[in-house]
């Protein structure tokens, strides 16, 4: 099962990990992978973004378009990552 997390992104432009926001994906009983927090964020409204690890959790498979928390308390954020399509290497 692969991990996940999110980073916040400082007024520099670096990316740092939400230590509190790093885990293992869930899953449904359709066996769709999730994962939810309950946000209670000192880092303010973002920008933040998803990374995805291996099962490891040692290497870096890919990130999220950045992202901003909801202003208000007790809004959800649903964010839905796919896979990129591979392209097709016999057509070029």
């Given at each position: 099962m692969s991990k996940v997390g999110v980073q916040w992104q400082d007024g520099l432009g670096l990316w740092h990990d939400v230590q509190s926001w790093q885990g293992d994906l869930d899953r449904s009983t359709s066996n769709t992978?999730?994962?939810?927090?309950?946000?209670?964020?000192?880092?303010?409204?973002?920008?933040f973004r998803w990374v995805i690890y291996?099962?490891?959790?040692?290497?870096?498979?890919?990130?999220?378009?950045?992202?901003?928390?909801?202003?208000?308390?007790?809004?959800?954020?649903?964010?839905?990552?796919?896979?990129p399509t591979p392209t097709d290497q016999a057509a070029n």
């Open positions: 992978a999730f994962k939810r927090w309950t946000l209670n964020s000192s880092y303010g409204n973002g920008p291996n099962e490891l959790g040692d290497e870096v498979w890919g990130f999220s378009p950045s992202f901003n928390l909801p202003e208000k308390a007790g809004l959800e954020l649903n964010l839905y990552l796919t896979s």
